[in-house]
């Protein structure tokens, strides 16, 4: 089983639907979670980060995180065609080793 | 400023030739990454460097050779590849803490194509 698991997709989408990417994770040593945006042939970008449990938002996007279920959550409000990308879902340990654990990446194609 | 650069953007060579891929980053960031990425693949970590040191090498084969000669540079050094070999190459960075988030900031990556 791999450490976190994320839905490959592709995720079809019109402009301006709201958009739910997910993940789970298995490790409980695990306490940052963070999103990527990476559009074909660039590197990842980083979206947003959140600690432990609960909700972070940044203008569209929000990001959750439930411990009691391992799961992660990024939410895109208003999408737009410009977002069409693959969003990464990467953890994180507190301590030890500190590299990141990647989900396999979702697809997102937003329709115009 | 939160850029990391990585040269060249494309790469072709054969399995016979020697060749360098080049990261820079001016964040003061003390941890720079090697990872590959196949194509709709999440990116694989190859090497880690903290202050300037190797800490982690994922098993990765002796034909790709890493090289961290300043706090600001990091290299890979590339022989005797083969096909199997072509992917995206990220290079990414961080800040050293001792608790924290440690976010990792990525360069575009290099597109190896090995012939």
């Known amino acids: 089983q791999k450490e976190v698991e994320q839905d490959p997709g592709p995720l079809s989408v019109p402009e301006g639907a709201i958009v739910s990417l997910n993940c789970t994770y298995s490790n409980s040593a695990f306490q940052y979670f963070m999103w990527y945006r990476q559009y074909s042939r660039k590197g990842p970008e980083l979206l947003m980060y959140t600690y432990s449990s609960g909700n972070k938002e940044d203008g569209r996007f929000t990001a959750q995180v439930d411990k009691s279920s391992k799961y992660i959550s990024l939410f895109i409000r208003d999408s737009q065609p410009s977002d069409s990308a693959t969003y990464l879902c990467a953890s994180q340990k507190v301590t030890g080793r500190r590299a990141l654990t990647f989900g396999s990446g979702t697809r997102l194609q937003v329709q115009p | 400023d939160t850029e990391v650069t990585q040269t060249p953007k494309h790469l072709v060579m054969g399995m016979t030739n020697k060749k360098s891929l080049k990261c820079e980053q001016h964040?003061?960031?003390?941890?720079m990454y090697w990872y590959k990425q196949k194509a709709k693949k999440p990116p694989e970590l190859m090497f880690v460097y903290s202050y300037e040191k190797l800490s982690i090498n994922e098993s990765v084969p002796s034909r790709f050779s890493p090289e961290c000669p300043n706090s600001s540079l990091l290299n890979l050094h590339l022989h005797a590849l083969q096909p199997e070999d072509s992917a995206l190459y990220l290079c990414?960075?961080?800040?050293?803490?001792?608790?924290?988030?440690?976010?990792?900031?990525f360069g575009p990556g290099t597109r190896l194509l090995v012939l």
């Open positions: 964040m003061g960031h003390r941890a």
């Open positions: 990414a960075s961080s800040q050293e803490v001792l608790a924290g988030v440690e976010t990792q900031y």
